[in-house]
């Protein structure tokens, strides 16, 4: 594994808001682009799956294909998915035989949507769906051989305000989700648990590095691929976060 290319490395501090100026307006492309879907069906991995309105939309971007066939799923064991969406990882972790999969995401529909395609697929009994910010409502002494977020890369300013659902899947406020992600989800782990975050070039490397380096851990890259998010180029990276 190669340790995170930094996206901001030699440039001077205009270049850099110059470029999170650029991220801003991507990212409000894409919730706008994502928002315009409705209620339909899509197929990913030869399957078929439900989409309800104000949800991310796996079919408009490949991170949740390329995230998916990426992840090292514990079979037999227990995974944890943050920001489910419409259910795609989860659901095919629980085929993949996973034995228990919890699924959280703070927007309530995404929650709803991902149930639905557990029970589409057959699998409702493994997946638990459940409405959360991160890990606040998930019981605390539950431990996970892998837990994986693909997360909210494009950072917004402090006093941001999400006015929908969507934002949630796009925007970070002060990077404040991915610093008590890299913190919580180490404590989260089984003892061989492994935890991982799906990233891209729209994201803030240096602050994603800061918030690993607060807590006392290191980021490597396990996978990366450049392809596409709706129509913009993007590098797709998974990485793993260890102490």
């Known amino acids: ?3 995170l290319p930094r996206s901001s490395a030699g440039s001077s501090p205009s270049d850099h808001g110059a470029e999170a100026g650029e991220a801003s307006k991507v990212g409000a492309h894409l ?25 991310f939309a796996p079919a408009h971007t490949d991170s949740t294909q390329l995230f998916t066939r990426w992840l090292p799923f514990p ?13 795609v990882t989860a659901v095919t972790a629980a085929l993949e035989g996973c034995a228990r999969v919890t699924a959280a995401d703070i927007n309530p529909q995404a929650v709803r949507n991902t149930r639905l395609n557990a029970a589409r697929h057959g699998v409702a009994d493994r997946v638990e769906a459940v409405r959360s910010d ?15 977020w693909n997360s909210n890369v494009v950072h917004a300013p402090a006093d941001f305000a999400y006015t929908r659902g969507l934002e949630h899947a796009v925007f970070d406020r002060d990077y404040a989700a991915h610093r008590r ?50 129509d913009v180029p993007v590098a797709f ?5 260890t102490r």
């Open 181 to 230: 992600y890299v913190r919580d989800g180490l404590a989260r782990l089984s003892g061989s648990g492994r935890l991982f975050l799906g990233f891209n070039s729209l994201g803030d490397t240096a602050r994603l590095d800061a918030a690993v380096a607060q807590a006392g851990a290191r980021i490597t890259e396990h996978a990366t691929l450049t392809n596409r998010a709706s």
């Open 75 to 87: 079979v037999g064991g227990t995974f944890l998915e943050m920001g489910c969406g419409a259910g």
């Open 134 to 148: 991160l890990f606040d409502a998930l019981d605390p002494g539950a431990r996970f051989d892998v837990v994986f």
């Open 31 to 55: 919730v706008g682009r994502h928002g315009e879907v409705g209620e339909c069906e899509f197929t990913m991995f030869g399957r078929q799956w439900h989409l309800l309105p104000e949800v």
């Open 237 to 241: 990276r998974l990485m793993e976060i």
């Open 1 to 3: 594994m190669r340790p």
